[in-house]
């Protein structure tokens, strides 16, 4: 029996730099091809999907592109998908994701709440109970076209009520009936998030019937298929990787992980000592890459579609300016130094860098065609960001995750040129 192939770390890199459109050579010509690629993009941070396009997209692409190809062309859908996250994947796509994932979800989350309520002692029967609000809530959703919760509650009044968990606890409270209803009629593939109140980092959604993108509503699929099908479109963007990124990244079990892999017919490698899995006829190295450095936000695919403590870098690389649990690393960049430097909440000078291959001391040449930019930025409460100077907003989302209170950041960057958003960052240094 012949060895596995070894697919090292600098291979991985070439294919991430490639496939999730991350060097300039292979960005993306529109906003739904990202999401499409690869695979989906985590939507927790309503921002992180824009930022996350912007990124990849040739000129990228501006805020108010992205949000007509989301609402107007419908190109793209929000919706409970892996590891019970939000995701923005192609509306075309929805459905595997549908059945790979987010039936299942619906399931567990119907039964989580329908203990809740019946410990609350809303109903004599409460899977009945909820049953009913739902369907009037889908029905009120139906006649107005799209609503807010809040307008909702007008139409249901049961979707006021407030049911407390963890009572005497320090981290319980009451929870909106609404929250409830609302996410089991999305996961059941009933209705969609719309247009959000507010700008596009809003998370206040408006509901919509899911017919408004998907005419004719979400097309059963089985399970097995579906996920047969999402692990093969997985591999073929982020592959290689072992059983225990999938595992992470899908949510699934490890025997479900197993039978997709067998059913995708997926070819077993060697992952610098690992036992690890690839596409069967994608063992061929990728081309050569040039140097090249992105700039991500937080919850980027690219970093999440591993297993945290396996992003793939260089080995020993550092956490850069994040909290314990964040997961915020610079992957795959190279020949170039990057970090950030502040002050905490103690007051007390704060700075972090990652030193990469080739990076130095020395001022790094400017690219030609491009030009500094100069940019302060500061942290306020709860996540809202101000910008104290002209600058890219999207280099303020990055910010996202750090420690709470006041903090302020200056960037000398360089940008091209010809983009007036300056999203592109070729070179971040800390002063």
Not at 246 to 255: D, E, H, I, P, R
Request: hydrophobic share 40%.
């Amino acid at each position: 029996m012949a060895a596995a192939r070894r697919i090292g770390v600098a291979e991985r890199r070439a294919r991430l730099a490639t496939r999730h459109h991350l060097a300039p050579h292979a960005r993306a010509a529109a906003p739904a091809d990202v999401a499409r690629d690869l695979v989906g993009l985590h939507g927790t941070d309503p921002a992180s999907v824009f930022l996350a396009i912007q990124a990849r997209t040739i000129g990228h692409a501006s805020a108010q592109a992205i949000e007509r190809v989301m609402y107007e062309e419908r190109a793209l859908m929000r919706m409970l998908a892996m590891r019970r996250t939000m995701f923005a994947v192609a509306t075309e796509f929805a459905p595997v994701v549908q059945a790979a994932c987010t039936d299942e979800i619906a399931q567990r989350q119907r039964r989580r709440y329908v203990q809740f309520l019946t410990r609350s002692g809303v109903a004599g029967d409460a899977a009945a109970w909820l049953t009913d609000v739902e369907e009037s809530t889908a029905r009120a959703i139906a006649v107005r076209g799209e609503a807010t919760a809040a307008e909702l509650t007008a139409d249901e009044p049961r979707l006021r009520q407030q049911i407390m968990l963890a009572e005497g606890k320090s981290y319980g409270g009451p929870q909106g009936v609404s929250t409830w209803v609302l996410l089991l009629l999305a996961a059941d593939g009933k209705i969609v998030r719309g247009r959000p109140r507010g700008s596009w980092t809003s998370s206040q959604y408006r509901w919509l019937p899911v017919e408004e993108w998907l005419p004719g509503g979400m097309p059963p699929m089985p399970a097995t298929a579906a996920r047969a099908e999402l692990l093969r479109r997985w591999l073929a963007v982020s592959g290689p990787a072992t059983a225990d990124d999938l595992k992470w990244w899908s949510g699934w079990t490890a025997g479900q992980v197993k039978a997709a892999a067998a059913q995708a017919g997926a070819t077993e490698i060697d992952l610098d000592g690992s036992p690890g899995m690839v596409l069967a006829g994608d063992e061929d190295p990728p081309p050569a890459v040039e140097p090249w450095a992105a700039l991500l936000p937080a919850l980027d695919p690219t970093v999440g579609q591993h297993r945290p403590e396996r992003v793939v870098g260089r080995p020993g690389h550092r956490r850069v300016g994040a909290a314990p649990r964040r997961r915020h690393r610079i992957p795959a960049a190279r020949r170039r130094g990057l970090g950030r430097g502040g002050r905490g909440r103690s007051g007390s000078r704060t700075a972090a860098r990652l030193d990469l291959p080739g990076a130095s001391d020395a001022p790094l040449p400017y690219p030609a065609g491009a030009r500094p930019v100069a940019l302060t930025l500061r942290r306020a409460q709860r996540g809202r960001l101000r910008r104290s100077s002209p600058g890219p907003y999207g280099l303020a989302q990055i910010q996202n995750g750090w420690p709470a209170g006041s903090l302020s950041t200056r960037f000398p960057l360089v940008a091209d040129a010809c983009s007036p958003c300056c999203r592109r960052f070729l070179t971040t240094r800390v002063r």
